[in-house]
T-cell receptor, first 114, second 115 residues
Framework: KNQVEQSPQSLIILEGKNCTLQCNYTVSPFSNLRWYKQDTGRGPVSLTIMTFSENTKSNGRYTATLDADTKQSSLHITASQLSDSASYICVVRDSGGGADGLTFGKGTHLIIQP | DVKVTQSSRYLVKRTGEKVFLECVQDMDHENMFWYRQDPGLGLRLIYFSYDVKMKEKGDIPEGYSVSREKKERFSLILESASTNQTSMYLC??????????????FGDGTRLSIL
C-alpha cells in the first residue's frame, strides 16, 4: 500500500532560524512529489512540485529536495518568519492509476515564535 | 489565478438532515475532488470526478454522494448526517491528464458540525 510519512509531527522554532521538514514515501510507480502549505482555517496552497529528474527546487525561502533512490524529500525553510507558521503537507502522485493517484502525508505543524 | 469557492465556511446541521456542500471552480479544470480533514488523520479522499457526470469513490465514500452536472460545480451530499461526519471538508480542482504535473487548487474549506 502506498504510504507517505512526515516528520516531525510538530516543530517550534524561533523567528529567523532555519528548519527542515522530512517526507518519506513508498509510493510506486512514482510520478511526482508535492509540498503544500496550509494556514490555519485555510485550504492548502501549492509550494512546489518535483518530478523524478528534479533534485532541488526553490520557491523563495522554501527549498525542496528529492532523492528518488531513497524515496525521501525534504522542505527547508530559510530565515523563518511568523507567517511561516502553518501545516506543511507532502503529497506523492503515482502513475499507476487509481482514483486520483495521490497519497497524502499527515503533515508537519510548524510554529514560529517571535 | 485559479479560484475554488466553497459555498459556506461554517455550517451547523442536525443529525439525520440531508446536507449539501457546494464547490465551484473558475479555471475549466476537468478534475474535482472532495476531501475531509480531521486532526491526526490528514486529508482523506471522499469522492473524485474527472468529467461531468463522472465520479469515482475515494477512500471513505460511505455516507456521502456527489453530483457533477456542470464542469465548474461539484456538490457533496450527506444523505443523512451523523455526528461522526463533523469535520473540515475541502474541495479541490486540477487539470486533467494533460496536467498530471500540475498542483491541485483547494478551496478554504467548510467546517461542518453535526449536532
Amino acid at each position: 500500500k502506498n504510504q507517505v510519512e512526515q516528520s516531525p509531527q510538530s516543530l517550534i522554532i524561533l523567528e529567523g532560524k532555519n528548519c527542515t521538514l522530512q517526507c518519506n514515501y513508498t509510493v510506486s510507480p512514482f510520478s511526482n512529489l508535492r509540498w503544500y502549505k496550509q494556514d490555519t482555517g485555510r485550504g492548502p496552497v501549492s509550494l512546489t512540485i518535483m518530478t523524478f529528474s528534479e533534485n532541488t527546487k526553490s520557491n523563495g525561502r522554501y527549498t525542496a529536495t528529492l532523492d528518488a533512490d531513497t524515496k525521501q524529500s525534504s522542505l527547508h525553510i530559510t530565515a523563518s518568519q511568523l507567517s511561516d507558521s502553518a501545516s506543511y503537507i507532502c503529497v506523492v502522485r503515482d502513475s499507476g492509476g487509481g482514483a486520483d493517484g495521490l497519497t497524502f502525508g499527515k503533515g508537519t505543524h510548524l510554529i514560529i515564535q517571535p | 489565478d485559479v479560484k475554488v469557492t466553497q459555498s459556506s465556511r461554517y455550517l451547523v446541521k442536525r443529525t439525520g438532515e440531508k446536507v449539501f456542500l457546494e464547490c465551484v471552480q473558475d479555471m475549466d479544470h476537468e478534475n474535482m475532488f472532495w476531501y475531509r480533514q480531521d486532526p491526526g488523520l490528514g486529508l482523506r479522499l471522499i469522492y473524485f470526478s474527472y468529467d461531468v457526470k463522472m465520479k469515482e469513490k475515494g477512500d471513505i465514500p460511505e455516507g456521502y454522494s456527489v453530483s457533477r452536472e456542470k464542469k465548474e460545480r461539484f456538490s457533496l451530499i450527506l444523505e443523512s448526517a451523523s455526528t461522526n461526519q463533523t469535520s473540515m471538508y475541502l474541495c479541490a480542482s486540477s487539470p486533467g491528464q494533460r496536467g498530471a504535473n500540475q498542483p491541485q487548487h483547494f478551496g478554504d474549506g467548510t467546517r461542518l458540525s453535526i449536532l
